[in-house]
Nanobody, 124 residues
Framework: EVQLVESGGGLVQAGGSLRLSCAAS????????IDWFRQAPGSEREGVSC????????YYADSVKGRFTISSDNAKNTVYLQMNSLKPEDTAVYYC?????????????????WGQGTQVTVSS
């Protein structure tokens, strides 16, 4: 059974940090890229960060660039999202998603599997 399980969300004050984890199981980790999305109340799900399958380069949405870092630990089948200098507008449910496609970074139709999400709330 394929599973993507996010953890690490919570309530934090503005300026604080959180590290989200996405533990993958049920598929060959190296055959997929696992990326991050988020969805705020009343908004569409948006891409946050992704890793290129071809060269491992990373991409960040402008709103998080310089504050968030995506990384992967292949030995643990886990992808992380380190979030620093958090702002109230970062409040959302954060999802990880897996794609076997070599293209389509942060294009929702490209993804094969989704996690259930973890809530991040940033207070002002």
């Amino acid at each position: 059974e394929v599973q993507l399980v996010e953890s690490g969300g919570g309530l934090v004050q503005a300026g604080g940090s959180l590290r989200l984890s996405c533990a993958a199981s049920g598929f060959t980790f190296d055959d997929y890229a696992i990326d991050w999305f988020r969805q705020a109340p009343g908004s569409e799900r948006e891409g946050v960060s992704c890793i290129s399958r071809s060269d491992g380069s990373t991409y960040y949405a402008d709103s998080v660039k310089g504050r968030f870092t995506i990384s992967s630990d292949n030995a643990k089948n886990t992808v992380y999202l380190q979030m620093n200098s958090l702002k109230p507008e970062d409040t959302a449910v954060y999802y990880c998603a897996a794609r076997s496609s070599w293209i389509g970074c942060l294009s929702k139709p490209s993804y094969d599997y989704w996690g259930q999400g973890t809530q991040v709330t940033v207070s002002s």
